[in-house]
């Protein structure tokens, strides 16, 4: 298995469409080199084909796992369930972060369950510190924290211009889940 000489932090935010999608086009190179990857999946507990994909061709090198359940959270409809999967979600980090097994730790939707309030801007600042120094730390979602856009290394904002949804167009197995 090949190791990262270093490490860094990446953040991926912004409205528009592609933070996932740059997350798992990372994971896919870094396949590809042999490299280790743990994805925990903030908000997610539906049947998304990145997660059938990884669980069924990429099992050997990713490690993908969702912290939510089938339904939308939104502030207002946040439930004691959805606290107890961020947490957990916040352990199992950890876990993959120290354990020496991964390369690459993508925390997605992270930024929004900070936003939120289902984890506290300290929880990423704090797996941050935590990171081995070879170890890269992918962060993704809208509402990225403006103490970890500046504690990152590299920060990109994808920026909606023009969107399908606002047609009526619904999420598409293949394309957006």
Known sequence: MGRLEAGYVQVYTGNG??????????????????????????????????VKCIKERFSDLVDI???GTPRFVRTGNITEEDLELAKKALSRIEEALTSGKYDIVIM???????YLGLIKTEDILRLIDIKP?????????RYAPEEVIERADLVTEMKEIKHYYTKGVQARVGIEK
């Open 108 to 114: 997605e939707e992270a930024n929004v369950a900070a």
């Open 17 to 50: 469409k592609g933070k996932t999608t740059a997350a798992l086009g990372l994971t896919l190179r870094a396949v590809g080199a042999g490299l280790r990857v743990y994805i925990a999946q903030f908000l997610k507990g539906s049947d998304y084909s990145e």
């Open 133 to 141: 120094s070879n170890v890269e730390l992918v962060i993704t979602g």
């Open 65 to 67: 796992e969702q912290f």
